[in-house]
C-alpha cells in the first residue's frame, strides 16, 4: 500500500517543485517531506512568509503511518471520501464532503489511512509570532468554511502564478491564520491579543520603506515590523489607515515605477519589471494589464506617440476647384 504523498498536479516551471511540510515519523524523530513525488508539485515552498501551502491529488488509497507534524496543519478535502485517524491506539472513522477539514496540532502521533483518489490542500501554519501560548484543538472531518474559501483562494492564486505578489498570499495566509487561533485554539490567558491601530509616525515610516524597496521582495511581517504591530494586525490596521488592503498600495507603487521607467526608450522591459520588483517580463505584463487596460508595450508606443513632434504630412495636398 502506498503512502500519502503521491501527487500529480503540476504548474509550469516558475513554481516550486517540492513542498516544504514535514511530517515526522514516530519512532525516527527524522522529518520528512509530507508530500513528495517525482512528478512537480504545486507548492508554495519558500515563497510566502508565515504559511506554507501544498495541492495533492492522490490517485489511490493509502496511509500515512504514525508521526506527528511539527507546526499547525489543516488539510482541506477536496472529494468525497471515507477515511479514518488513529490517536492514542484508538481508530476513528468518518466521512468526508468536499470541504471539510482535519486539523493536526503540532507534536501529537497521529496515523491516517483513506479508502481511495482523493484530491486536498494542505497549510502549515507559522504562529511563534503569537504573543501569547496557545494549545491547538484537533479536528477530524470538521466544517469550517472560511478556512476553506481561505486554503482555496491561496491555492487559486498559485495556480495562477502568484499575480498578486507575496504581500498578497501573505495577507490571505494572516486572515487564515487569525480566524485560525480564533477558533480552534485555546490562549493561555484565555483572550485574543486585542488589535493596535499603527501610529502615524510608523504609517510614514511603513510608506517610506515600501518606496524603499519596490525593487525587491516585500513581506507583510517586514511591513508590520516597520509599523511595530502583529502580522495579524497589521494588513486590518493599513487598510483602515490608507482606505487599500497594503498588496494593492505596493502594486500600485510598482506599476507608477514602471510607467515612469518606460519613458526612457533604452531600459528594456525585462529590466523594468526587474527593477519594480516582479518576478518576470510576464508578471509585469498581468498586473499591468490589469491595472492600465494595456500591455506594457503597448502603453509604452502610446507614450512615444504622445512624444513625437507633430510632422506635416508627405501626402499632396488636394486643391478644389469651383464648377
Not at 41 to 64: K, N, Q
Not at 208 to 214: G, M, P, Q, W
Not at 299 to 322: C, E, F, G, K, T
Amino acid at each position: 500500500m502506498k503512502t500519502a504523498a503521491d501527487t500529480v498536479l503540476t504548474r509550469g516551471r516558475e513554481m516550486p517543485q517540492a513542498s516544504s511540510i514535514e511530517w515526522v515519523r514516530s519512532g525516527t524523530g527524522r522529518p520528512e517531506p509530507l508530500v513528495a513525488s517525482p512528478s512537480p508539485l504545486l507548492s508554495s515552498a519558500g515563497m510566502w512568509t508565515g504559511i506554507r501551502l501544498a495541492a495533492t491529488a492522490i490517485d489511490h488509497g493509502g496511509e500515512l503511518p504514525e508521526g506527528y507534524a511539527q507546526a499547525p496543519l489543516v488539510h482541506v478535502c477536496l472529494d468525497e471520501l471515507v477515511s479514518e485517524a488513529c490517536h492514542a491506539g484508538k481508530w476513528m472513522r468518518r466521512r468526508f464532503e468536499p470541504g471539510d477539514i482535519t486539523i493536526s496540532p503540532p507534536g501529537m502521533p497521529i496515523a491516517y489511512r483513506w479508502n481511495g483518489p482523493n484530491r486536498g490542500i494542505l497549510v502549515e501554519l507559522d504562529l511563534d509570532a503569537l504573543p501569547a501560548p496557545i494549545e491547538i484543538k484537533p479536528l477530524f472531518a470538521g466544517k469550517d468554511p472560511l478556512i476553506t474559501q481561505l486554503a482555496l483562494a491561496l491555492r487559486d492564486e498559485l495556480y495562477a502564478g502568484n499575480p498578486g505578489g507575496r504581500i498578497y498570499g501573505e495577507m490571505l495566509g494572516a486572515a487564515l491564520k487569525a480566524h485560525f487561533v480564533r477558533k480552534h485554539a485555546v490562549f493561555g490567558n484565555g483572550r485574543f491579543p486585542e488589535r493596535r491601530d499603527i501610529a502615524r509616525d510608523r504609517i510614514a515610516a511603513v510608506l517610506e520603506y515600501i518606496s524603499a524597496h519596490l525593487n525587491a521582495p516585500i513581506s507583510l511581517m517586514d511591513l508590520a515590523a516597520v509599523a511595530d504591530v502583529s502580522v495579524f494586525h497589521f494588513a486590518h490596521a493599513f487598510r483602515r489607515r490608507m482606505g487599500m488592503p497594503p498588496h494593492q498600495y505596493v502594486l500600485r507603487k510598482r506599476i507608477e515605477l514602471a510607467i515612469s521607467l518606460m519613458r526612457n526608450p533604452e531600459e528594456s522591459i525585462v529590466d523594468i519589471a526587474l527593477r519594480c520588483g516582479f518576478s518576470s517580463q510576464s508578471h509585469l505584463a498581468t498586473v499591468f494589464r490589469r491595472v492600465t487596460g494595456l500591455a506594457p508595450g503597448a502603453y509604452r508606443a502610446r507614450i512615444a506617440r504622445r512624444s513625437a513632434p507633430l510632422q506635416p504630412s508627405s501626402a499632396p495636398a488636394v486643391q478644389r476647384h469651383r464648377s
